[in-house]
């Protein structure tokens, strides 16, 4: 039983270290090529790579799976199925067809739910009480192939988009342990996806993490947390970025105008005015400058009560 494992980030870690925890035979790992990151632009593995590298496994990082000589060198490894977990290609039907038990996908979501790049932010951004894994046979869509297994995780109040990252891997680890033997012994019946109930979640970019006031407080939470670790909600005060890293939205109105910084009550909770309800502000960052609780952010810049801030 030789398998081929494709992934690139954190989120595919436990799942590879789950399929050499089981004494699966890996023939080759895929993942992306090293990319330049910091400050120095020096090359940096994907978190995949440097876990394949510690169990000396064959590694393979190509630009494209597309091209014939790249469909070639994989055929070459021979082997019976695919697990592949956020890798970052489509993989074409040449591929797809070469498995004698097929390419599992292990998607962080429930599926038709989320199809696409982002869907634990998008779980976050529409203030989900759950989402969840879903396994699934791969075709030449994007993530519409019949279901094999699925199982729900609720949403914590407080998750970001890094911790309910690190839940539904390890979730969608342990789900695919069950999976996998059940499906090569033909215990699991597929079930097609109902494609007209799909939502697809598109990429993210360093733009999308600009908080706009005039939403709701409630959003704006959202925002935040779905946007940490990256791109981060930020917005801009006395022409510097500023960071919210952590918020909550409570009801109220106030006569300030819609980004207007003020204590709310006397226990000195410091609030912004939305276009629905007051945001709280616990952690922030100014640019230049390290993390700081809005105390500490207040006792250093006491002119930050009172100030607007704004999307540029």
């Known amino acids: 039983m030789r398998i081929a494992f ?40 994907s978190p995949v790579k440097q876990v394949a590298k510690k169990y000396d496994l064959p590694i393979c990082q190509p630009i494209s799976l597309r091209r014939e000589s790249e469909i070639r060198t994989f055929a070459e490894f021979k082997v019976d199925l695919v697990v592949l977990a956020a890798f970052g290609f489509f993989l074409p039907k040449p591929i797809l067809e070469l498995q004698k038990f097929g390419n599992l ?31 699934f046979l791969m075709d030449e869509g994007m993530d519409s192939g019949p279901i094999l297994t699925q199982r729900s995780l609720p949403v914590a109040a407080n998750d970001t988009t890094k911790t309910l990252t690190d839940r539904l891997s390890q979730h969608g680890a342990e789900l695919l ?31 999308d993490g600009l908080i706009d006031w005039s939403d709701s407080a409630m959003a704006i939470s959202r925002e935040v947390r779905a946007f940490d670790p990256w791109p981060s909600s930020f917005t801009y005060w006395e022409g510097k970025r500023l960071k919210i890293l952590k918020s909550s939205p409570i009801e109220g109105n106030s006569q300030s105008e819609i980004g207007t910084i003020f204590s709310t009550n006397a226990s000195g909770d410091i609030g912004v005015v939305t276009g629905d309800g007051i945001l709280l502000i616990d952690k922030l960052q100014i640019e230049g400058r ?3 609780s809005i105390d500490q952010f207040v006792n250093g810049y006491p002119n930050f009560l009172g100030a607007k801030l704004t999307q540029k």
């Open 6 to 45: 494709m992934g690139t980030p954190l989120f595919a870690v436990p799942i590879l270290e789950m399929l050499v925890e089981d004494d699966y035979e890996i023939a080759v790992v895929y993942t992306q090529p090293d990319r330049p990151a910091g400050r120095g632009r020096s090359e940096i593995s």
């Open 105 to 135: 996908n292990v998607h962080p979501s429930l599926l038709p739910f989320y199809r696409g790049a982002s869907p634990i932010m998008s779980a976050l951004l529409r203030g989900d009480e759950e989402t969840g894994s879903s396994i």
């Open 177 to 207: 342990r069950e999976t996998i033997p059940l499906w090569l012994d033909n215990k699991i019946d597929p079930t097609p996806q109902d494609a007209n109930q799909a939502i697809y979640s598109g990429l993210v970019n360093k733009a």
């Open 290 to 292: 390290g993390i700081m």
